[in-house]
């Protein structure tokens, strides 16, 4: 099973990140991994678009949530996130 990892994991002062990077090791000797890191950083729809895309190639979507990508006025690319999760076809598991 091809499961996208799609995570704040390379955020080093970041909870869910350290959540994300103890997971990684142990999932990764059940299943094969592709790794889609989220950031802090405002990206265009564009980005979000391509990374739907990628994703819709492997066969299951674990995403962590984080208000960061999600809460007004924090960021204002909440919305290609959430144009990214609608795009995304594959089962997802958000936690």
Do not use: W
């Not at 350290?18 to 802090?40: G, H, I, M, V, W």
């Not at 960061?68 to 990214?84: C, H, M, S, W």
């Amino acid at each position: 099973m091809k499961v996208a990892f799609c995570t704040p994991m390379r955020i080093e002062r970041d909870g869910i990140g350290a959540y994300a990077r103890e997971l990684y090791a142990p999932l990764s000797k059940l299943c094969s991994l592709t790794q889609f890191p989220l950031d802090k950083d405002p990206h265009p729809s564009k980005h979000f678009r391509e990374m739907a895309e990628e994703i819709n190639r492997c066969d299951v979507l674990h995403t962590e949530h984080s208000s960061n990508f999600f809460k007004v006025p924090l960021f204002p690319f909440r919305e290609g996130y959430r144009d990214f999760l609608r795009r995304v076809r594959i089962p997802r598991m958000v936690v």
